[in-house]
Every structure is written in structure tokens, then in C-alpha cells.
């Protein structure tokens, strides 16, 4: 099982940008494509961003294509996510994850404390 912590969140306002951050413990996430995900207030959990274990492939959602990059570091051991252009539907909690299968992104591990993230208009 792998432990990750995410970090980075905070207040935004409205067309400014955050830099999420994703840390791993008990393993290196070198050998596994990453994904950050997110749940708003009353809402499911959905799939924002996920990157391949190379960083040649990313996958983004609609709702934040051109505006959020997904990243990871040389070291494979961070997951980033770039948020810019922030709207107020973007307010949620952020979390990384481990994601299986490409396509279908589904997360592998326990989901961890995630970010808060909260964009003010």
C-alpha cells in the first residue's frame, strides 16, 4: 500500500492559479501511471488529470483541458498539478492516486487527506 499526502491547496480567487503537489511513502510511483482526482460538496468523486508512468501520456478531463497540466518530477517520486485560469466550479478537494488502468483511470489505493482547494468570485 502506498501512502500519499497531498499539499498545495488553499483561496484562490477567480482566475488565479495553485500548484497541487502529491508525495508518495512505502514505495516509488515510478512504475505506476498517477492521477489527480477531485470531489466537490455533494458530488462524486471524478478524474481530473492522469499522467503515464513515462510522462509521454496525459489524459485531461473536459472541464480542465488548457487550463490545469499534469506533471511528475525526474525522480518519479511527485506528482504535480498546475491549475491555472481557476473557476469556481473548480472548488473541491484534490487527491492523487495510483491509477490502474488507462482508460478507465481507476484508482488503485486508499484515498489519502487530499487538498483543499477553494476558488472565491
Known amino acids: 500500500q502506498v501512502q500519499l499526502v497531498e499539499s498545495g491547496g488553499g483561496l484562490v480567487q477567480v482566475g488565479g492559479s495553485l500548484r497541487l503537489s502529491c508525495a508518495a511513502s512505502g514505495r516509488t510511483l515510478s512504475t505506476y501511471a498517477m492521477g489527480w482526482f477531485r470531489q466537490a460538496p455533494g458530488k462524486e468523486r471524478e478524474c481530473v488529470a492522469v499522467?503515464?508512468?513515462?510522462?509521454?501520456?496525459?489524459y485531461y478531463a473536459d472541464f480542465v483541458t488548457g487550463r490545469f497540466t499534469i506533471s511528475r518530477d525526474n525522480a518519479q517520486i511527485t506528482v504535480y498539478l498546475q491549475m491555472n485560469s481557476l473557476k469556481p466550479e473548480d472548488t473541491a478537494v484534490y487527491y492523487c492516486?495510483?491509477?490502474?488502468?488507462?482508460?478507465?483511470?481507476?484508482?488503485?489505493?486508499?484515498w489519502g487527506p487530499g487538498t483543499a482547494v477553494t476558488v472565491s468570485s
Open positions: 492516486n495510483r491509477v490502474g488502468t488507462w482508460g478507465i483511470f481507476n484508482a488503485l489505493d486508499s
Open positions: 499522467i503515464s508512468t513515462s510522462g509521454a501520456f496525459t
